[in-house]
């Protein structure tokens, strides 16, 4: 892959895509080879939801931003406090950036957040549910 890279735990939850300055492999072809090594699930901060959406990624849950695991390099006041969003790979893509943005602002107001002290982990224990739902129905 020219130096760009992808991890995948547990066989199946996508935790880190990499995509190398000067790698051919573009970010959609990178999250394609994530898919096809098994890749079903993510998490990531909203500000990157165009793109899982471009990839075939849909929310299945979310958890309002927490500053005492803001990513390095956040600052309060210059930044903007983005939502943890969990996704499940669908195939179904969304191209066009602005209805992804809207699909995303329809699903936060049609969705409890998980909230908080186990906040995250609850998110993240409703995309697995969802993925282990649809895997028995297959």
Not at 14 to 26: L, P
Request: net charge positive; with cysteine; hydrophobic share 35%.
């Amino acid at each position: 892959m020219g130096g760009s890279v992808f991890s995948i735990a547990g066989g199946c939850d996508i935790i880190s895509v990499c995509k190398k300055s000067g790698d051919g492999m573009n970010a959609t072809n990178l999250m394609k080879a994530a898919v096809e090594a098994g890749g079903d699930r993510l998490d990531s901060f909203d500000g990157n939801h165009a793109f899982y959406r471009r990839c075939g990624f849909e929310p299945v849950s979310w958890t309002p931003f927490n500053e005492q695991y803001a990513p390095e390099g956040w600052t309060k006041g210059r930044d903007r406090p983005e939502d943890v969003v969990f996704y499940a790979y669908t195939g179904n893509r969304q191209p066009d950036k602005a209805k992804a943005a809207a699909e995303l602002a329809a699903f936060k107001n049609a969705t409890r957040p998980c909230t908080g002290e186990n906040g995250y982990d609850e998110a993240m224990k409703k995309r697995n549910d969802f993925m282990a739902r649809r895997k028995s129905a297959k």
